[in-house]
């Protein structure tokens, strides 16, 4: 299918007359409304709704090409959906409205909306020939927040905090899996983004060193970060999130609290998804 102007999903509406910002109530940390997916004839995505809450953990389960990774590239606009809209924190991502279609933004205002979003890759996507140091206080001087002295320093408080301040003059190559994805955790942090995406966050890393990455995801979601987990670790989902949510086919089969979705679940494709992998 070729993409055309993205459609607004039916039931959107602005904000009522005589609302105010004491009756409002404070926007979800995400909000996913009808999005539709395609690569070529391929839909990947099918009218997946979605809400995160502010601090909030959600982990997304499903089996190889059930859409979850392509739902987080979408959230932070890396992928254009043909129909439906993001919000984050109550801003469209990616577009803006004009009427009742929504239209494209330029690069410029996208690539600053990125900046407020986290996004950690499975492959960690570091920079090869910058050190530890400089590949997490890039993006603060890149985007004009920080000083170079200063992105530096956050950069220093942010490696310590990932058990890394040992490792600032090093280069990726010279670290274990395990480290290069625990710097790619405080490369996330350092532009103080309202939330993070983990896309598989340990599927690149060799089984000994999965348990390190998870403690320093573990340590964010007890500071009340808002964070959106694609993961197959069933175990660090049980133990981590609030919300577990199943997709297959590109559309969320079910969703709640672990004890209901990973224990009693209701859809028997979820139940045949968790026979396989438990």
């Known amino acids: ?18 609302d105010t910002e004491l009756t409002r109530p404070a926007p979800a940390a995400v909000e996913v409304r009808d999005v539709h997916k395609w690569y070529g004839t391929h839909r990947v995505l099918n009218g997946v709704d979605l809400t995160v809450r502010p601090g909030e953990v959600t ?3 499903g089996p190889s090409g059930s859409g979850k990774s392509t739902l987080l590239r979408v959230i932070n606009h890396l992928e ?4 439906g809209h993001v919000s984050v924190n109550g801003e469209l991502i990616g577009v803006r409205r004009h009427g009742d279609r929504l239209k494209e933004l330029n690069e410029r205002t996208i690539l600053a909306q990125r900046s407020r979003i986290g ?21 603060p001087v890149a985007t004009g927040r920080l000083g170079g002295e200063q992105a530096r320093e956050l950069a220093r408080e942010l490696l ?3 058990g890394l301040a040992d ?14 994805q625990r710097v790619a955790i405080a490369r996330a942090l350092a532009l103080r983004p309202g939330v993070i995406l983990f896309d598989e966050p340990t599927s690149a ?28 670790e069933i175990g660090f989902a049980r133990e981590i999130a609030d919300r577990v949510v199943f997709i297959d086919g590109g559309r969320i089969v079910e969703q709640g609290p672990p004890s209901e979705v990973l224990d009693r679940p209701r859809h028997e494709r979820t139940r045949d998804f968790l026979a396989k992998v438990l």
């Open 59 to 61: 982990v997304i389960l």
């Open 167 to 180: 490792k600032s003059g090093a280069y990726p190559r010279q670290l274990s899996g395990g480290q290069q």
């Open 80 to 83: 254009k959906p043909e129909i």
């Open 1 to 18: 299918m070729t993409a055309g102007p993205t459609e607004l999903a039916q039931g959107t509406t602005a904000s009522a007359p005589g």
């Open 119 to 139: 996004f950690v890759f499975q492959n960690f996507n570091l920079f090869p020939h910058l050190t530890v140091l400089d590949n997490v206080a890039a993006a």
């Open 160 to 162: 310590d905090r990932v």
């Open 205 to 232: 890393l060799d089984p000994e060193l999965v348990g390190e990455v998870l403690a320093v995801i573990k340590d964010l979601a007890r500071t009340g970060t808002t964070l959106v987990i694609v993961t197959h």
